[in-house]
């Protein structure tokens, strides 16, 4: 009997709390090159105040590297649209898109800043999204906002953990939470459940899944 294929795992690259530093997003896009990802994801708080949006996308496009972003709590959901369709690239803020076997989902802002969710708006983007990965073998969430009852809660007094991004965790179960948000927590990874959450930082996380 022939020995069936396992399919080839997704390579990411996740990175978020750019702020507008071109350096590092030209840093971030030479990384995704050299380690050869199949999917950069851009976890919020790309822009600092809503300003510097230039320069921050593009060095990931110039590479031909496939992007997924959210908002972050520094920038509005128009902000985010707006750079995802100049650069032909996907806003997974209460959307999904599926890539190998592997579903993901995403919701962007957070409980506090300019672009501000109430924790049931937060809850209800997650589960639009999730509603179009159900099925899919593997799945990602993305927020750019943290769980609350998580460690990176505690690296932090002025930044609360997400009721709403913990009761999607409970509920949909993602094989992996990626989040940044809290800068003090960068390279943080936990097990909330069944899910790894993964604080992706500014330098950013290869991880295969």
Request: aromatic content about 6%; charged content about 30%; proline content about 3%.
């Amino acid at each position: 009997m022939k020995e069936k294929k396992q399919p080839k795992k997704l390579k990411i690259l996740a990175a978020g709390d750019i702020h507008g530093d071109t350096g590092l997003a030209k840093k971030l896009a030479e990384k995704a090159k050299k380690e050869n990802v199949d999917l950069v994801i851009l976890c919020g708080d790309l822009t600092q105040g809503e300003s510097s949006t230039s320069n921050i996308i593009g060095p990931f496009v110039k590479n031909k590297k496939k992007v997924v972003l959210i908002p972050g709590n520094h920038e509005t959901i128009a902000t985010a649209d707006f750079l995802a369709e100049l650069y032909d690239v996907r806003n997974l803020h209460g959307y999904y898109i599926k890539y190998k076997d592997v579903g993901l989902f995403g919701c962007g802002g957070a409980n506090i800043g300019l672009f501000q969710l109430s924790e049931e708006e937060i809850f209800k983007s997650l589960k639009k999204g999730f509603e179009g990965v159900k099925n899919s073998p593997k799945k990602v969430m993305i927020t750019h906002v943290h769980p609350n009852e998580s460690i990176m809660e505690k690296f932090t007094k002025i930044f609360p953990g997400s009721s709403g991004v913990k009761k999607a965790i409970d509920k949909f179960k993602p094989d992996i939470l990626l989040c940044s948000h809290v800068h003090e927590a960068e390279g943080i990874e936990e097990k909330l459940g069944g899910t790894k959450v993964i604080n992706v930082g500014r330098e950013g996380k290869v991880i295969e899944v």
